[in-house]
């Protein structure tokens, strides 16, 4: 916590990119705030994927992310994953609005990656299920087939 502000997840630049590793499910913040440059892209696809990055992660944690880029694209997005206002690529300005509020936590905030693996370890003995029930059964007997 600094000062006055709500307490937030400082994420450094492409750190805003690992789904699951921007909060501390212990002690949930009240935003996110990715500070990066995007020099390096150029006038890229780049800025704009790692914005897209950053916006799924302020959708997956039910949070508020402000994004500041020195030479990317800076932006404000609520928990929905709605642009509340943004700076386009290459611009100098700044941004004043309101923070918008958080959600309570999301599935994924509460539980990560769990359900996801459990439906691929369901998924994986159905489709072994499928593929055993229709092979032909070995004989037994040890003699070989006529």
């Known amino acids: 916590r600094i000062g006055s502000l709500p307490a937030f997840s400082p994420l450094i630049c492409y750190e805003v990119i690992f789904p699951g590793a921007v909060t501390d499910r212990a002690d949930r ?14 006038i ?10 950053a916006r799924v992660r302020a959708v997956e944690e039910g949070l508020p992310l402000i994004r500041v880029a020195g030479t990317g694209i800076s932006a404000v997005i ?5 642009y509340v206002h943004s700076l386009p690529l290459e611009t100098k300005g700044s941004i ?6 958080a959600l309570p936590p999301t599935l994924f905030a509460r539980t990560g990656d769990l359900p996801f693996s459990i439906m691929l370890v369901l998924l994986l ?9 229709d092979r032909p059964r070995s004989l037994t007997s040890g003699t070989a087939p006529p």
């Open 96 to 101: 004043d609005t309101q923070l918008p509020a």
């Open 44 to 53: 890229s696809t780049g800025p704009y994927q790692h914005l897209h990055a």
């Open 78 to 82: 609520d928990p929905y994953g709605r």
């Open 125 to 133: 003995l159905i489709w072994h299920s499928i593929g055993t029930r």
């Open 29 to 42: 913040p009240d935003w996110l705030l990715n500070a990066t440059n995007d020099a390096w892209f150029g």
